[in-house]
């Protein structure tokens, strides 16, 4: 049961355009979304988050868009960069309570920045 | 200000053997967390410790794995015996705590191999 999808395994974007990458959730109880970035051999590191609470987000190139009635948020980069090339995870957290706040990812999209 | 600390980081056993990985979390990090990630899935969370405690281990096989972090410290997580099944990353992630809506960071991960 999947409750967080990246229906996209891999992307391709060429340098200087805009990247968009999706993420659908089941749950509603989620309130809190993360994505993470994660080049190979390393561990995921977190790139931007938004709360339930917003709709939009944006930290220089990134910006992370979040639409609750359809239960989807994008992540858009612009421009895109060659160290832009990685897979990147998207996250849910659930609504507080009980102190228990661990990640639900999802499987991740590759993307591939073209020079 | 350094990084997750875990080790090893790769490790080949044979089935039926045990197992353990290490983990040093962020110096003031409460909150500790281990992932397995399989190939091509997302990170899937195992276990989350506030301090010294067990916050949720609902995900966590107890059959065959154990974790502890004596000290609300350094964390160790175990599998006895290993399946196949269990070959995956694991990684290690610590967060501040009780400022909930932060991002955890992660270590590079103990790549695990199965034979």
């Known amino acids: 049961d999947q409750q967080v999808k990246q229906n996209s395994p891999s992307l391709s974007v060429q340098e200087g355009r805009i990247s968009i990458l999706n993420c659908d959730y089941t749950?509603?109880?989620?309130?809190?979304f993360l994505w993470y970035k994660k080049y190979p051999a390393e561990g995921p590191t977190f790139l931007i988050s938004?709360?339930?609470?917003?709709d939009k987000n944006e930290d220089g190139r990134f910006t992370v868009f979040l639409n609750k009635s359809a239960k989807h948020l994008s992540l858009h980069i612009v421009p895109s960069q060659p160290g832009d090339s990685a897979v990147y995870f998207c996250?849910?957290?659930?609504?507080?309570?009980?102190?228990?706040?661990?990640?639900?990812f999802g499987k991740g999209t590759h993307l591939i920045i073209q020079p | 200000e350094a990084g997750v600390a875990q080790s090893p980081r790769y490790k080949i056993i044979e089935k039926r053997q045990s197992v353990a990985f290490w983990c040093n979390p962020i110096?003031?990090?409460?909150?500790l967390y281990w992932y397995q990630q399989i190939l091509g899935q997302g990170p899937k969370l195992l276990i989350q410790?506030?301090?010294?405690?067990?916050?949720?281990d609902s995900q966590l096989p107890k059959d065959r794995f154990s974790a502890e972090r004596l000290k609300g410290v350094d964390s160790t997580l175990k599998i006895q015996p290993a399946k196949l099944e269990d070959s995956a990353v694991y990684l290690c992630?610590?967060?501040?705590?009780?400022?909930?809506?932060?991002?955890?960071?992660f270590g590079q991960g103990t790549r695990l191999t199965v034979v």
């Open positions: 749950n509603s109880m989620f309130d809190y």
């Open positions: 992630a610590s967060s501040s705590f009780p400022n909930r809506n932060t991002e955890a960071f």
């Open positions: 996250a849910a957290n659930l609504l507080p309570g009980g102190g228990a706040d661990g990640l639900t």
């Open positions: 938004i709360s339930s609470i917003k």
């Open positions: 410790f506030q301090n010294n405690g067990v916050v949720d």
């Open positions: 110096s003031g990090h409460a909150t």
